[in-house]
């Protein structure tokens, strides 16, 4: 069964924007928690930006702060990561990821990848001139 899938990834120069979407079917259309981790070749996942349905709180990486913007639409089961001010060091696999609870909460968000049960299998950014 397939429960998340994303799409939206490209080639983007620097400085410009994007945005890639997920989704979400299954048990994971219900989580509270979703979000999304970026790789990169030889490396773990690392987070990038979560949002608490209940109560619609949003938190992200410092790295991210002020340029990504993540929401969710229940209604179609959708969740978007809008990119701005792109950087290269922006470049990488993006994966949408959910649970539905312990990853996140009133009290933040946990990126460690072992909090989240349910992952999509990704989609590329690339942020080059």
């Known amino acids: 069964e397939i429960e998340l899938v994303e799409s939206g990834g490209n080639l983007v120069q620097p400085g410009g924007s994007l945005r890639v979407t997920c989704a979400a079917s299954?048990?994971?259309?219900?989580?509270?928690?979703m979000g999304w981790f970026r790789q990169v070749p030889g490396k773990g996942r690392q987070g990038v930006a979560a949002?608490?349905?209940?109560?619609?709180?949003?938190y992200y990486s410092a790295s991210v702060e002020g340029r990504f913007t993540i929401s969710r639409d229940t209604a179609t089961n959708t969740l978007y990561l809008d990119m701005s001010d792109l950087k290269t060091q922006d470049t990488g696999m993006y994966i949408c990821?959910?649970?539905?609870?312990?990853?996140?909460?009133?009290?933040?968000?946990?990126?460690?990848?072992?909090?989240?049960?349910?992952w999509g299998q990704g989609t590329q950014v690339t942020v080059s001139s």
């Open positions: 949002i608490y349905t209940p109560n619609g709180n949003q």
């Open positions: 990821a959910a649970a539905s609870d312990g990853a996140c909460g009133q009290w933040g968000a946990s990126w460690v990848e072992e909090h989240w049960s349910v």
């Open positions: 299954g048990s994971a259309a219900a989580s509270n928690c």
